[in-house]
């Protein structure tokens, strides 16, 4: 697939002409003449690189780069500044603002080409992980149905939309629909890694079972297949399997599905986000109020909670009340869609991919921006 170049330039003779010479060399070019445009352009199309003019009418190219490297979504782009100005310190400002090159105009066509090249190579070395471990984070619902599905799915990918690269995964043989719910069918590299002992797990091992969604999303599932629930599983095996995965998801999710267990028990320590997921029920609260409380034994600085506000419950208590009662901040609300889940579903889309604008897909991309920070602050 070719590599999407924003350029962003007031001038159109020059849109045209720096567009024309990045299509001669495949790429594929979108454009923007304003500072507004650029950001939207940016947050809508993620594109691979951005080039970045200066001087532009609404918003200058340095406030234009620093909003791009606050937003977590954008902040990973490549940007090239390019501009007519050359003094020593409109570089600096560049490069302080967050520019990763910078080029002058007029540029050669053959220095534009080789410039662009290198900094997609790097990023892309770079995107493939380099030698840092990836993070982990687990989803567990309070009770069955809650979403962890829903919201692994959905998390895993808003991270792909932020230029991650993650690895979603269930350890549910018999009851897992990680695979079937994405559209890929009985996909069960997950069991197949279950079934063997620790010492047969290895990163190539893990490799060969991953699928991948038509998104580039990739998963690691186990299936619903009633054989599959047959198997035994051994919380070291599962260890292994995360520890490998580290090497191999940047970052991985695990979907976790619901209630306390020795696999539980086991690897929820080795997950470095737990997303414990509650709907306002004042069932599941009463549930959830237990649950934490033994979670937060071993896990207590991890704990990330999030109600999945599946159905509109009209006498719901207050939220400062629910934290109260459940002694721990709430970091997200997900409003009920059940339309939009639906139809997503069927179509073997997350919610995020399927129509990016709804409420609730913003709610779940904050949540993965919101995770991620908190994974890339320790
Ligand atoms: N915000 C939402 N609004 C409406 N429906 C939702 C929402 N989130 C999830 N759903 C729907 O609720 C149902 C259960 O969700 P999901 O499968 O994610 O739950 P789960 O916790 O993984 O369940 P299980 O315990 O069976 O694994 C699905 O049909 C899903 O599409
Ligand atoms: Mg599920």
Redesign the pocket.
Known sequence: MAEKILIVDDDVDSLKLIGLMLQRNGYEVIAAQTGGQALAKATNDLPDLIILDVMMPDMNGYDVCRRLRGNPITQQIPIIMFTAKTLIDDKVAGFEAGADDYLTKPTHPAELASRVRAILQRSSAKRQGGSSKGSTIGVL?V?????????TMNLGAALLNMKLNPVIADF?PG?G?LGI?LGLGNVNGMSKLLARSTGEISADGINREIATHTSGLRVLSCTSHPREGLITISPDTAVAIIKELRNIGKPSIF?L??GYNPLISRISTEMDRLIV?VDPATVTLNMARELLQELAKHNRDRIHLVV???AQINLQPPWHEVEHLLEHEIRAI?????E???Q??EAGMPMVSFQPNAI?SSQLNKLAEDVYKVIESK
């Open positions: 619902g009770k069955g149905g809650v979403g962890a599905t829903t919201v549910r009851i629909s719910t979907d599905g619901c997921l999945v506000n599946r997900i409003s009920p869609s059940p939009l889940a639906y997503a579903m609730v």
